[in-house]
């Protein structure tokens, strides 16, 4: 298990590669799992956003954290590994955290209940009885997704709870992050990826993001130099992404991540589950045009 010291660096929410008649692909899950774990990143997120988890079965997560665990020893790594358990129902949302513990997660990343928009007082209790689980917690902010919006004294609160250890910001804008800050809270994590530079500007501890599948080492690099002190370099490499970053997410994620990672051969197929749906031909142009970003760059060339 992992505390809010670990709370830094690069996360990267993994997708689930699937077959064309969507089972899982488990051949293309290895081989995308040791590609990214032979970057210098601090955490891998299974059954994210990212990962489809609203199509996802149990059964699947479950192979998924095994084969990640398996392939981490293997390489004799410590990347910590995070497991989405949140729901919009706190039984399961408790039930399913307890499942991560007992199958060796290092922490669970717990969304804001979506979908029944509880009151302020019912997202706290929500967080409050899944902290008591014994696997820590990693609170996630996505207003856009969840419709709902924690109000700021709500989040203190939620942070402030012994079995939290951090938040992914995705509310869209600095102010619950300039807002944390200031009252010496526990660290925070972009999840706006297009705020990244921003964001570490206001003091976050690095960024769990999705597009950090594609260019990772890029991604290392901003968050390097800028833990260095080389904020102007760290700002450079970011400018470079930024085109990237907007077109990575003009349609529902994770349609180009796949796209990209199949083209690289990394997985098989750029294969969703309905409702989601493959990436347009238009969004795939623009993807053409950013993507390598230069020679030195080039993801396929680590």
């Not at 990347?79 to 007992?102: F, H, K, M, W």
């Not at 990693?138 to 402030?160: F, V």
């Not at 795939?284 to 970003?293: F, I, M, S, V």
Request: aromatic share 6%; hydrophobic share 40%; charged share 20%.
């Amino acid at each position: 298990m992992i505390n809010e010291h670990h709370i830094q660096g690069i996360f990267i929410p993994v997708i689930t590669p699937f077959t064309r008649d969507n089972q899982l692909d488990l051949d293309s899950y290895r081989s995308y799992i040791t590609h990214l774990a032979s970057y210098d990143i601090q955490g891998l997120v299974i059954n994210g956003t990212t990962g489809e988890c609203p199509t996802t079965s149990w059964d699947e997560v479950k192979q998924m954290i095994q084969i990640t665990q398996d392939i981490v020893n293997r390489m004799n790594l410590t990347i910590p590994i995070v497991v989405g358990t949140g729901t919009n129902d706190t039984y399961s949302t408790v039930r399913r955290t307890e499942l991560a513990a007992g199958l060796g997660a290092d922490a669970a990343l717990v969304v804001t209940p979506y979908y029944n928009r509880p009151t302020q007082e019912g997202i706290l209790e929500h967080f409050r009885m899944v902290s008591q689980t014994g696997l820590p917690v990693i609170a996630y902010e996505i207003p856009a997704r969840t419709g709902s919006r924690i109000h700021i004294d709500t989040m203190r609160r939620i942070m402030d709870l012994d079995g939290v250890i951090g938040l992914k910001d995705s509310s869209g804008s600095l102010d619950l992050l300039s807002a944390l800050v200031q009252s010496d809270s526990k660290p925070v994590l972009c999840g706006e990826d297009v705020l990244f530079h921003d964001m570490l500007c206001q003091g976050a501890a690095g960024g769990m993001m999705a597009s950090a599948n594609i260019q990772t080492q890029l991604f290392v690099d901003i968050y390097q130099h800028y833990a260095a002190g080389n904020i102007q370099e760290s700002r450079e490499d970011f400018n470079l992404l930024k085109p990237l970053i907007q077109h990575l997410f003009e349609e529902p994620a994770p349609a180009a991540l796949k796209w990209l990672l199949s083209r690289q051969e990394i997985i098989a197929t750029d294969q969703l589950r309905l409702p989601l749906m493959p990436l347009s031909a238009k969004v795939r142009e623009r993807l053409l045009e950013t993507w390598p970003l230069n020679e030195k760059h080039i993801l396929l060339s680590h």
